[in-house]
């Protein structure tokens, strides 16, 4: 019963090549995120979604375009890929009003 | 910008030792969490201190938060090695976006 399922796990990919990134949570929230980890494990926020509508976004590149198809899905999906592109990728999700925020377990993106 | 210092970058301490991260604010916070991250996995909550002058604990574990509400602490009494991992603060400026600090990696020596 994981409550925050991102797929994949391990994304090994080239430069130039396009990859989604698949987030679900079955927790009852409102609210979900992309954070950025990157090497130095700075955790980064990149976007938020309450109930499907953009509340943050942050000063990421175009090629990144996320997409809520619903409260409890939220993907992510990268164009034109490039080296710095490689990080740990992380959704999380919690209710609106800055509680407590669960984390899915991760993907290493790879860029080669 | 709206940012949150956190130190020490990196602590190693001997298996038994205490240990300490702070994390300042230039400005108020409306609320800070705290998150620990083990070796290879993601982020998991451990608390949020809401009040000024706020103090809980956790076991080995205590939050304060401070006075003024613009910094925080972590302290952990006796280290184990099943204390090994990064730990962030996550401040709440009230505009619904939770801001990570730069982590403390703890390692023990044992």
């Known amino acids: 019963d994981t409550a925050v399922s991102q797929t994949p796990k391990y994304l090994v990919t080239q430069m130039g090549n396009d990859k989604s990134i698949k987030c679900e949570q079955n927790l009852g929230h409102d609210t979900m995120y992309w954070y950025k980890q990157d090497s130095k494990k700075f955790l980064k926020i990149m976007f938020s979604y309450n109930n499907k509508e953009l509340i943050i976004n942050e000063t990421v590149p175009n090629r990144f375009s996320p997409k809520s198809p619903d409260k409890a899905h939220l993907n992510l999906h990268i164009n034109s890929l490039e080296l710095g592109d490689s990080a740990v990728y992380f959704c999380?999700?919690?209710?609106?009003?800055?509680?407590?925020?669960?984390f899915g377990q991760g993907t290493r993106l790879t860029v080669v | 910008g709206q940012q949150v210092m956190q130190i020490p970058q990196y602590q190693h301490v001997q298996e038994g030792e205490d240990f300490t991260t702070y994390c300042n604010s230039s400005?108020?916070?409306?609320?800070i969490q705290w998150y620990k991250q083990r070796p290879g996995g993601h982020p998991v909550f451990l608390i949020q201190l809401v009040k000024s002058g706020e103090v809980k604990k956790q076991k080995r574990l205590t939050f304060q938060f401070g006075e003024a509400k613009k910094n925080s602490s972590l302290h952990i009494t006796a280290t184990q090695t099943t204390d090994v991992g990064t730990y962030f603060c996550?401040?709440?400026?009230?505009?619904?976006?939770?801001?990570f600090g730069t982590g403390t990696r703890l390692t023990i020596i044992p």
């Open positions: 999380a999700s919690n209710l609106r009003g800055n509680t407590e925020a669960f």
């Open positions: 400005t108020t916070l409306s609320n």
């Open positions: 996550a401040a709440n400026f009230g505009n619904e976006k939770l801001t």
